[in-house]
């Protein structure tokens, strides 16, 4: 096996180990402040150190665990934190949805409004999958990359929260939202796309900040 044979395997391995870790985390199998033993992990997924610590050192890019002296560490987010990022996702995303509605085309109009009647027809897990593949499919369409990581990595910083805080689906009324910004897109309007986006975030977190409220209040 040559050196880039060992590279690209190492990398895949390091991916596969990074997503089933990712996966517990956002499932809530592996709970804020856990502490991720390098030793344990390297034991249950049978892999070497080196791939298990590019995994955590990704994971930690994400913004989904912490590395110090002890380590890794499962992040702990809380609901000012919540707030805090999503103050930041709806500048951002905001600003790419207006940057998409002056050069979306209609082809891919009709993917949008496909993902969307699928996401009607959907509940659970696959609604949550394609609700993300809706917002990701929209940003993509702005080509700009850095923009789009940017937005991915501080999602998945959010999922965590609002995984853990167990926002049920606001099917009926993000399925209103998610048509407000596909209309706005439609009508190639950026301003109304920004503005759409952002409300939509804001819902989100208002929602997850008034199940915060009640969780503490009956404690």
Do not use: C
């Not at 590019?54 to 609901?79: F, N, P």
């Not at 689906?169 to 209103?176: D, F, G, I």
């Amino acid at each position: 096996m040559t050196s880039f044979e060992l590279t690209a395997s190492r990398v895949s391995v390091a991916d596969e180990i990074a997503s089933l870790l990712r996966q517990r985390i956002m499932m809530g199998e592996l709970r804020p402040g856990t502490l991720l033993r390098q030793d344990e992990l390297a034991s249950q997924f049978g892999a070497s150190r080196t791939p298990l610590r590019e995994a955590l050192q990704r994971l930690a890019q994400d913004g989904l665990v912490r590395m110090d002296r002890r380590g890794a560490t499962v992040v702990s987010i809380s609901l000012d934190d919540l707030v805090e990022l999503y103050d930041m996702r709806a500048v951002l995303e905001a600003m790419v949805a207006r940057h998409v509605a002056s050069r979306i085309t209609d082809s891919q109009l009709d993917e949008l409004s496909a993902i969307l009647e699928a996401l009607d027809k959907s509940d659970g897990e696959r609604w949550i999958e394609l609700n993300r593949t809706f917002h990701n499919r929209t940003y993509e369409i702005s080509g700009r990359p850095q923009w789009i990581e940017m937005i991915r990595s501080l999602g998945l910083r959010a999922d965590v929260y609002i995984s853990l805080v167990g926002v049920p689906a606001r099917r009926e009324s993000a399925a209103l939202e998610h048509q407000e910004i596909l209309s706005a897109l439609r009508a190639r309007d950026s301003e109304r796309a920004g503005q759409a986006v952002a409300a939509h975030l804001q819902t989100t977190v208002l929602t997850a900040s008034g199940l915060a409220d009640n969780a503490q209040a009956h404690h």
